[in-house]
């Protein structure tokens, strides 16, 4: 059994006090279908055949990155995956970003120049479009991403649909951002600096194996496989996932931002073995039974990373 508390003022708890304070109530006959709690918000335009997906993450200096060992093209290129990866969780297909960027005193026009050459390598790779956002001074640098995809109408990927008997399912490997925190060179270094956000297969599942719910693996597959459980009113029972070359089974369960894709369809679906080289790996199954994940038999607890546990 692996150990651990949540603190009571977790960033799961803040957000549904959060989700209450704002007084939405998205759902039949309002525009907006879904509001806080998912990758998402999902908003539907009066008369579209599509719905509009909107996603905002921030990159934060010596939180997200560290400038020792982050360059510049590294930095933007991230802030951007981070939000793609929110719109592949959801089945999307990504339209434009906003870019709002702080940067310290020490941050020339060098700095800043490469930041958005690596933004905007991934953005033309993934046609998304900079279509505005802001500059200012800070402290430390600090990047808020804003992305804004598009899906069919009513198809959007959520993290509510998983139904019992539904089987749990992770693409690629995970621990390799773990391992790249510290590592100076290789494969797990080029995940941790330059994370790939499954656009591609975010589309696949939701058109082809039809996955009833699905989310990005960013704070570590134990917390968010939690998260999916409170979202869908489920347990998941899960064995071990496929391990990155040289991670452990702490790096795997626990470390964050390896950005593969969690998802669960039915148990009679095919799910093929891989997507365009990325492994998909049935890891376990959902449960009738309180939100809660075990893991070989035992609790595992939700101890990924929570910015205020």
Not at 145 to 171: E, H
């Amino acid at each position: 059994m692996v150990k651990g508390t949540l603190s009571k003022n977790n960033e799961v708890d803040l957000v549904r006090r959060i989700a209450r304070w704002s007084g939405l109530s998205p759902g039949p006959g309002s525009s907006l279908v879904l509001g806080i709690g998912d990758d998402c918000a999902i908003y539907r335009p009066r008369g579209s055949r599509e719905d509009l997906l909107f996603t905002t993450d921030l990159v934060i200096e010596d939180v997200h990155f560290r400038r020792s060992t982050h360059r510049a093209e590294d930095v933007g290129w991230k802030c951007l995956a981070r939000g793609l990866s929110d719109i592949a969780a959801m089945g999307g297909d990504p339209r434009f970003c906003l870019v709002s960027l702080a940067v310290g005193e020490w941050a020339g026009a060098d700095w800043i120049e490469g930041f958005y050459a690596g933004l905007l390598r991934l953005a033309r790779r993934e046609h998304t479009a900079l279509a505005g956002g802001d500059l200012a001074r800070a402290e430390k640098v600090t990047c808020d991403i804003v992305v804004c995809g598009a899906v069919p109408r009513g198809r959007a990927l959520r993290r509510d649909g998983a139904r019992a008997g539904d089987a749990i399912y992770v693409s690629g490997a995970l621990g390799g951002s773990a391992i790249g925190l510290e590592a100076r060179v290789g494969k797990a270094r080029k995940r941790h600096l330059r994370p790939e956000p499954r656009l591609a297969l975010g589309r696949f599942l939701r058109e082809k194996v039809h996955a009833t719910a699905a989310m990005d693996v960013s704070d570590g597959l134990s917390i968010d496989l939690r998260r999916m459980c409170e979202a869908s009113g489920l347990r998941a029972e899960i064995g071990m996932p496929p391990l990155f070359p040289g991670a452990s089974d702490a790096q795997a369960l626990h470390g964050g931002e390896d950005y593969e894709l969690l998802f669960t369809a039915p148990a009679r679906v095919k799910v093929p073995g891989e997507f365009e080289g990325v492994p998909l790996t049935r890891i376990g199954r959902m449960r009738r039974g309180d939100a809660d994940v075990s893991f070989n038999g035992g609790r595992l607890d939700p101890l990924g990373w929570d910015h205020f546990a």
